[in-house]
């Protein structure tokens, strides 16, 4: 059943594509094996037709096609999502809009906490967007105090790794950890620091 509702999908998806879209994304780096151009919201309303449905979504998920991939997130169950499975998850983080879309299904998990710790320390920068994204979006304490765990542990983040961060901590700012993070990127030197504590706007 599950691959004649990918067929499905695949044939809404062809009466949506937008190759403006696809050729806008490219030309700003974002590449995909196969990429339909369509709209997050129209992905999003697709997969309401299908969820739940974890069967369907790895199927999806799969695919090295952007648009299913992205279904996939919205199609799963997160109860059926562990971290046993986090190399498959993993598998299609190549961009910062799939790390963006996958944090929403990880967030929900059960293992959520599991995925944060694990792929905060990850040599792949998607990864570790992912991860701060899915604390960003758990407004858990814990995960907050993993965030300012690792933003103490490396030597530089890209900008938009260093917002999230500063999102996660200034939500976060009366867990005791956090706010001595917060003291120490406000008295150190480092551009990381600096930039973390430009972000950052918390009652003194």
Request: aromatic share 8%; net charge negative.
């Amino acid at each position: 059943m599950s691959t004649g509702q990918m067929i499905e999908i695949l044939g809404r998806l062809r009466k949506n594509m937008n190759g403006e879209v696809t050729e806008r994304m490219a030309a700003h780096g974002v590449e995909y094996a196969l990429n339909y151009g369509v709209a997050i919201h129209t992905l999003k309303e697709i997969a309401k037709d299908y969820a739940p449905n974890t069967k369907l979504a790895r199927l999806l998920y799969s695919q090295q096609v952007r648009d299913l991939q992205i279904i996939a997130c919205y199609t799963a169950a997160p109860e059926d999502v562990t971290f046993q499975e986090e190399e498959f998850w993993r598998s299609a983080l190549t961009t910062g809009e799939m790390a963006e879309q996958l944090s929403w299904l990880l967030a929900r998990c059960t293992d959520n906490i599991r995925f944060v710790e694990e792929w905060l320390t990850d040599n792949n920068s998607q990864v570790r967007y992912c991860a701060l994204l899915t604390a960003a979006k758990m407004h858990s304490d814990v995960a907050a105090e993993r965030v300012a765990e690792y933003v103490l542990k490396v030597d530089e983040m890209r900008e938009v790794e260093i917002r999230v961060a500063a999102t996660v901590l200034s939500t976060h700012h009366n867990v005791q950890q956090v706010a001595e993070v917060i003291n120490h990127i406000r008295q150190s030197n480092r551009l990381i620091h600096k930039q973390l504590n430009d972000e950052i706007y918390y009652d003194e």
